[in-house]
């Protein structure tokens, strides 16, 4: 068993401003990068919103934050953790499929992952026109008529950002009105390759004999009517669910599955801190992910630094009348 003086399970903006600061403190973090180094914002393809950088690619700002960790004594481990151990208090037992580690606190930053449709033909599709990932999968739809569900801001800037390759983007919302901000949609109203279909939900992925995706069965909400559509591509962003089901029930989570914490970052369990989109709802940027890690990391510090002076009290031995 490896005994670490801080684990930080994720590797998104959260985890790498917690490594930095951690390591500047020189606790040597270990980060259990999971199975995408960098989480989402790695897989976004222009992050125009962090300040600093008028325009930066999530694969450049994710390896420059790494770098910028590891230059002050941060590990970065490309593992998944398994299980976590919680129960007994710090040191706190994190499992992952190569390595046991006993660690004196744990941050968790482990995110959040694109939320399903659960209809037919989604799961049977994925790598066959199925994407949650414009970024990733874009670049395989040149020149094809494709559809993107959900009308929040990242539906809106990836239906935008798609055109770049298909022929027609064709945006299916539940509602008729956007959820996303006004500035996209501005830009996605302009945008001739693209038109809407409201009030209306996909409920099956066609596919071809070869199991390639080649329509979509749409639900009409108001009308009840249900149409197909020719379709070589179907990218669903309808928002996240978070990572949380590792942690069974060592920490507090809320109804919808997302860490518990107080404004410090502390969750249920002394030691154990939580940030980014595992606990945040609302916010969901770099830059607040980002703040929210760098919070988490002092809270950590301060509670080991608490608890060292704590122990080394215990330590020492009892005074004598008369000192
Ligand atoms: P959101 O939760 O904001 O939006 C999800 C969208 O999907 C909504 O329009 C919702 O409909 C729809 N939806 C949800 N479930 C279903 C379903 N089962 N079937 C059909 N449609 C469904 O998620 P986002 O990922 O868009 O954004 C998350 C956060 O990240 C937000 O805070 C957003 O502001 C932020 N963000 C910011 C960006 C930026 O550039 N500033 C870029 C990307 C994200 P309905 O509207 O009816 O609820």
Same mark, same amino acid.
């Given at each position: 068993?490896?005994?670490?003086?801080?684990?930080?399970?994720?590797?998104?903006?959260?985890?790498?401003? $917690?490594?930095?600061? /951690?390591?500047? !403190? #020189?606790?040597?973090?270990?980060? +259990?990068? &999971?199975?995408?180094? =960098?989480?989402?914002?790695?897989?976004?393809?222009?992050?125009?919103?962090?300040?600093?950088?008028?325009?930066i690619s999530g694969p450049e700002l994710i390896e420059n934050m790494k770098?910028?960790?590891?230059?002050?004594?941060?590990?970065?481990?490309?593992?998944?953790?398994?299980?976590?151990?919680?129960?007994?208090?710090?040191?706190?037992?994190?499992?992952?499929?190569?390595?046991?580690?006993?660690?004196? $606190?744990?941050?968790? /930053?482990?995110? !959040? #992952?694109?939320?399903?449709?659960? +209809?037919? &033909?989604?799961?049977? =599709?994925?790598?066959?026109?199925?994407?949650?990932?414009?970024?990733?999968?874009?670049?395989?739809?040149?020149?094809?008529?494709?559809?993107?569900?959900?009308?929040?801001?990242?539906?809106?800037?990836?239906?935008?950002?798609?055109?770049?390759?298909?022929?027609?983007?064709?945006?299916?919302?539940?509602?008729?009105?956007?959820?996303?901000?006004?500035?996209?949609?501005?830009?996605?109203?302009?945008?001739?390759?693209?038109? /809407?279909?409201?009030?209306?939900?996909?409920?099956?992925?066609?596919?071809?004999?070869?199991?390639?995706?080649?329509?979509?069965?749409?639900?009409?909400?108001?009308?009840?009517?249900?149409?197909?559509?020719?379709?070589?591509?179907?990218?669903?962003?309808?928002?996240?669910?978070?990572?949380?089901?590792?942690?069974?029930?060592?920490?507090?989570?809320?109804?919808?599955?997302?860490?518990?914490?107080?404004?410090?970052?502390?969750?249920?369990?002394?030691?154990?801190?939580?940030?980014?989109?595992?606990?945040?709802?609302?916010?969901?940027?770099?830059?607040?992910?980002?703040?929210?890690?760098?919070?988490?990391?002092?809270?950590?510090?301060?509670?080991?630094?608490?608890?060292?002076?704590?122990?080394?009290?215990?330590?020492?031995?009892?005074?004598?009348?008369?000192?």
């Amino acid at each position: 068993m490896k005994r670490e003086r801080v684990i930080i399970i994720g590797s998104g903006p959260a985890g790498m401003a $917690a490594a930095l600061y /951690t390591a500047r !403190a #020189d606790l040597k973090p270990v980060v +259990i990068v &999971g199975n995408q180094l =960098g989480g989402q914002a790695a897989i976004t393809h222009e992050i125009e919103n962090y300040p600093g950088f008028k325009s930066i690619s999530g694969p450049e700002l994710i390896e420059n934050m790494k770098e910028h960790a590891e230059h002050f004594g941060a590990e970065f481990v490309f593992d998944m953790v398994e299980s976590v151990d919680f129960t007994s208090g710090s040191p706190f037992t994190v499992k992952t499929y190569q390595q046991t580690y006993l660690a004196d $606190a744990v941050i968790v /930053t482990i995110g !959040a #992952d694109p939320r399903k449709l659960n +209809i037919p &033909g989604e799961k049977e =599709g994925i790598g066959k026109g199925v994407s949650y990932c414009g970024t990733c999968d874009g670049f395989f739809f040149r020149g094809k008529d494709i559809v993107v569900v959900g009308g929040g801001d990242t539906a809106v800037s990836e239906a935008i950002f798609l055109t770049r390759f298909a022929k027609s983007v064709t945006l299916v919302h539940r509602r008729d009105t956007l959820r996303a901000g006004v500035p996209l949609q501005k830009r996605f109203f302009e945008n001739e390759k693209i038109r /809407t279909i409201w009030n209306s939900t996909v409920e099956e992925i066609g596919k071809d004999a070869a199991g390639i995706v080649n329509s979509v069965r749409l639900k009409h909400l108001v009308t009840g009517e249900v149409t197909t559509m020719p379709t070589e591509g179907v990218f669903v962003f309808i928002g996240h669910d978070p990572n949380s089901p590792v942690f069974g029930d060592q920490i507090a989570l809320n109804d919808d599955g997302y860490v518990i914490t107080d404004a410090r970052y502390h969750t249920s369990v002394e030691g154990v801190f939580a940030a980014g989109e595992i606990q945040d709802q609302l916010w969901r940027q770099v830059a607040t992910s980002v703040g929210q890690g760098t919070g988490a990391a002092m809270s950590a510090i301060h509670w080991l630094d608490e608890r060292a002076d704590a122990l080394q009290k215990l330590d020492a031995p009892a005074a004598v009348a008369g000192d």
